[in-house]
């Protein structure tokens, strides 16, 4: 089994809103992890988008913050981004993945992301 | 944000043969610091973490070392399985941020 698999649209219309969700439901939601987002295009490689951890800390890259929002679902072991008015620039292959977080009892892991899902690709395009 | 620069952007070499990636961070990021594998159509995979230590099931012919900002990741004896991409990564600040990768590739 997938630990982490992501679903959403494949295509997007330029100024409209990436949705993508990720089913976490292999893993445990405990409050020991973090939950982001990290995108991959041919140009900027691997870029972080963003944590989310749901005792309330969230942690957005600057390049993207502003448009962007990651929320999760517990009771239905999903997580969620949400990023705003994209562009041809936020094409690219869209992946889910854990880390841990610190002062816990993942804190050996915080920063390190594993594991991920296969990632989806999400065009922007008219 | 901390900016990590990997070369060589392609490494040539033949299975048997030893690889040795670099990466340099423009900042101090301490061992907090690590490198992941991707191959075509999958998601980058866990090797290396806090500079030296292999992530779990990571076989003992890689290896990672750190100087200043220098970071290194060494395998010993190339297998088949080995010819990837390969790219850094630093945890030390938000954002966190990855190097531009390198290629290996069979020779």
């Known amino acids: 089994q997938v630990p982490l698999q992501e679903s959403g649209p494949r295509l997007v219309k330029p100024s409209e809103t990436l949705s993508l969700t990720c089913d976490v439901s292999?893993?445990?939601?405990?409050?020991?992890?973090?939950w982001a987002w990290i995108r991959q295009t041919p140009g900027k490689g691997l870029e972080w988008i963003g944590s989310?951890?749901?005792?309330?800390?969230?942690h957005y890259n600057p390049s993207v913050e502003g448009r962007v929002t990651i929320s999760l679902d517990t009771s239905k072991n999903h997580l969620f981004l949400s990023l705003t008015s994209v562009t041809a620039a936020d094409t690219a292959v869209y992946y889910c993945?854990?880390?841990?977080?610190?002062?816990?009892?993942?804190?050996?892991?915080?920063?390190?992301?594993?594991?991920w899902g296969q990632g989806t690709l999400a065009t922007v395009s008219s | 944000e901390i900016v990590l620069t990997q070369s060589p952007a392609t490494l040539s070499l033949s299975p048997g043969e030893g690889a040795t990636l670099s990466c340099r961070a423009s900042e101090n990021v301490g061992r907090q610091f690590a490198w992941y594998q991707q191959k075509p159509g999958q998601a980058p995979r866990l090797l290396i973490i806090?500079?030296?230590n292999r992530a779990t099931g990571i076989p003992a012919r890689f290896s990672g070392s750190v100087s200043g900002t220098d970071f290194t990741l060494t395998i010993s004896s190339l297998e088949p399985e080995d010819f990837a991409v390969y790219y850094c990564?630093?945890?030390?600040?938000?954002?966190?941020?990855f190097g531009q990768g390198t290629r290996l590739e069979i020779k």
């Open positions: 993945a854990r880390h841990g977080r610190p002062y816990s009892g993942s804190g050996s892991s915080y920063g390190w992301f594993d594991p």
């Open positions: 292999a893993l445990s939601m405990n409050s020991d992890y973090y």
């Open positions: 989310f951890c749901h005792i309330g800390n969230t």
């Open positions: 806090d500079a030296s």
């Open positions: 990564q630093q945890r030390y600040n938000w954002p966190f941020t």
